[in-house]
């Protein structure tokens, strides 16, 4: 069961995609599954990291909390996604995050030493994920940049128009993945904020919604919302 579920996600993931099949075989073998019920932790921040994840079903909210309480999230993982994987290259292994269950998730747990020791034996497999990690730490800096230099509208704006399946169109909709406070949380904001920034889209007739599902009436003015309050 963990082999067949394991080789869906091989063909697109930046771990996996370039390692040979034997590789990805025994990957297969030393992988176990995890199951969560909504609520539970699958592992604390600051506690001793040994394994990575690839989440099979469900949504993982990472989070970190800050000394005085309040709690931050980092990402909320969606399956297919794998998480904790950078920790295998630094020399101190403590999860920086907690990852909690939203809902039921199944998680395979792959070991760190057990990932390496593959990338040991085949150069051409390490110079291949580097490539696909300098890809994803590409995109990090393009989401710290908005995070730092944006303003709310923009923030809001541009992760909206994100979730448009066809860039090109004029009008779309989407339901949001998330609840609006994990959104807020995601893009350095109060949910207080989101809701005000939200109301001011409805308001310029930018969109509309009902609930989780969102309609959008104008894809050029979602794009550069923000912009005129400069």
Known sequence: MIERQLQQFFAHHILFSGLKEKEQETLCQIGRKIDLKNGENLFLQGSDASHFYLLI???VN???LSPDGLTKVIEVVNPGQAFAEALMF???KKYPVSALAMGHCKVISIPFQGYKNILLKSPESALKLMGNMAKKLHQRINEI????LQNTRHRLGNYLSSL???PSALQSEFCLPMEKRLIASKLGMQPETFSRVFKEMRDHKILSNNGKHVQV???QALRSFG???E
């Open 57 to 59: 079903t469900g949504k």
């Open 62 to 64: 990472l989070y970190r």
């Open 90 to 92: 630094i020399e101190e």
């Open 145 to 148: 940049e908005n995070l730092t």
């Open 164 to 166: 448009v399946k066809d």
């Open 217 to 219: 009436h104008d894809m």
């Open 227 to 229: 912009h005129e309050f």
